[in-house]
């Protein structure tokens, strides 16, 4: 009996909020419209057409206006009372700002306040826009909300519906299975502007396409200009409001770097991500046009320049951050001659001595000297260097000048790094919330680890800064040091 009993009135109570709820959809089906205020607040639009459908009651806004069609459906369902603690007073509504933090407005006594009135809690909304809605800005520039799936448009965040306490959260912890994506989800990089070396194709394209796939504006420095070209048309196939160029740069000429250098300052922008990914591997030997061998020259010397000529925008732009691209193999080289110094004849040999991936060891071993020097330089200013591994064998085009490696990257293929994952680590270095203001690291799998005790020696990576200086100096156009 009192089974049954306990059955009807579950039943009977199913059957009421389903009433309920049909009647709440109704009247969020009907569009509200307020007067645009200014509550004291930077916020003062509050135009809310056409809320969300089939809304779960305990998200509907106290609207203040108890004698219209919308209260009294709610009377009528039962809902104009409750004893939720999340429930808004009669006269408050609830609105978000463009980077979803929630706050709530009066309109009786006509003023906004980040804290819910009842709980003194502060909320977010958490996560992306659910599928199929954007983000988008009117001509008045208000913030509204397109549905493309069915084809509506709202002044009302989704998320709201979805809002979160804001307490203290740690931050996310990433591994080497970690995809670039998924360090930047639900982040919005529409004030960044980034440039990256070398992002046609591996590690360096799906770098700039993360960037470009939340919002930034994203330059690809190439060599090849007509392969840059046709990447930014895969990044903006994929959203074709990516903003993403492609400009011409050549690492193995000290004149292309000024160019280009003086090309990127006359576009009058700011420089907050700068991302020195460019590099060959098992080159033959051969020098550039400015007497230097190519791998030291392409990894590194080409890279050292390209920061002086940009150091005053990377300062205006200023917290800003620039993140070298080593690798493992740093660990098996050494800079020094004999003498226990930095020698050009080490870095730059001649033919006899040339072993292309002890070249290429150097180089890298050069890309974390020069990235904690770096640091220690400009971070007074507000520009931090950190350096990364991307991963082991990865299979990019990095190996494409040597059959004999081309195929054991090719073997190795199957138990490697997807390029997205490789791209991660640097991605994370580029944005990381908790490494703001933080450098002179290493990082490998989206966690910091400890390099070389030879990458780590500060004196080094002087004498190295001081041959870098002088070896750039001496060819035409040479700059004032840091």
């Known amino acids: ?14 059957r009421r909020h389903e009433s309920r709820h049909r009647i709440i959809a109704e009247v969020l089906r009907q569009d509200y419209s307020y007067s645009s205020v200014d509550y004291n607040h930077r ?15 305990r998200f509907v806004i106290s609207l203040n206006y108890k004698e219209t069609r919308d209260m009294a459906a709610l009377k009528y369902a039962g809902m104009d009372d ?12 609830e609105r978000s700002t463009k980077d979803g933090w929630v706050y709530y407005a009066n309109h009786e006594e006509m003023k906004t306040q980040w804290d819910h009135p009842k709980t003194g809690k502060k909320r977010r909304c958490a996560g ?3 599928y199929g809605w954007e983000q988008e800005m009117d001509d008045k520039g208000q913030i509204f909300y397109v549905d493309h799936i069915n084809k509506r448009k709202t002044y009302f965040d989704p998320r709201q519906a979805f809002t979160v306490e804001d307490v203290l959260v740690k ?13 930047l989800q639900g982040r919005d990089l529409s004030d960044r502007v980034v440039l990256i070396t070398g992002g046609n194709s591996g590690i ?4 700039a396409k993360s960037f470009a796939l939340h919002g930034a504006h994203v330059i690809l420095a190439c060599r090849n200009l007509s392969k840059a070209i046709k990447a930014v048309r895969l990044i903006q196939q994929e959203w074709h409001k990516a903003r993403v160029e492609a400009m011409m740069l050549d690492l193995a ?37 400015d007497g230097l061998e190519s791998t030291f020259q392409i990894c590194h010397i080409g890279h050292f320049l390209l920061v002086q000529c940009l150091q005053e925008v990377l300062r205006r732009s200023a917290p800003a951050r620039v993140v070298v691209v080593s690798s493992e193999s740093h660990r098996f080289t050494d800079l020094l001659d004999q003498c226990g110094k930095v020698d050009l004849a080490v870095l730059s040999p001649p033919q006899k001595d040339y072993w292309s991936m002890l070249a290429y060891n150097r180089a890298k071993l050069c890309n974390l000297l020069f990235s904690n020097e770096l640091h220690r330089r400009l971070s007074l200013h507000g520009v931090t260097c ?39 680590t640097t991605v994370y270095c580029a944005v990381a919330p908790e490494l703001e203001g933080l450098g002179g690291m290493y990082f490998n799998n989206c966690f910091r680890c400890l390099p070389s005790p030879k990458a780590e020696d500060q004196v080094t990576a002087a004498s190295l800064w001081e041959l870098s200086e002088r070896l750039v100096s001496e060819r035409p156009m040479g700059l004032q040091s840091l």
């Open 128 to 130: 992306d826009l659910p």
């Open 204 to 207: 360096g394209f799906e770098t």
């Open 43 to 57: 916020v003062s639009d509050f135009t809310a057409p056409s809320l969300l459908q089939n809304i779960d009651c």
């Open 253 to 289: 000429s000290l004149r292309s770097v000024r160019e280009f250098a003086d090309s990127f300052k006359a576009k009058k922008l700011p420089l907050h991500i700068l991302i020195c990914n460019a590099a060959v591997c098992t080159q033959p030997w051969r020098l550039t046009e």
């Open 82 to 93: 409750t004893d939720s603690e999340d429930e808004l007073p009669p006269g408050w509504e």
């Open 171 to 183: 931050p996310k912890r990433y591994d080497g299975n970690t995809a670039a994506l998924e360090i």
């Open 1 to 14: 009996m009192t089974l049954l009993l306990h059955d009807f009135i579950t039943q009977t109570t199913l």
């Open 386 to 424: 950190n350096a990364v591994h991307p991963g082991n064998m990865m299979y990019t085009a990095i190996h494409r000048s040597w059959w004999l490696m081309t195929l054991f990257f090719t073997l190795a293929r199957p138990f490697t790094k997807s390029m997205q994952q490789g791209a991660a």
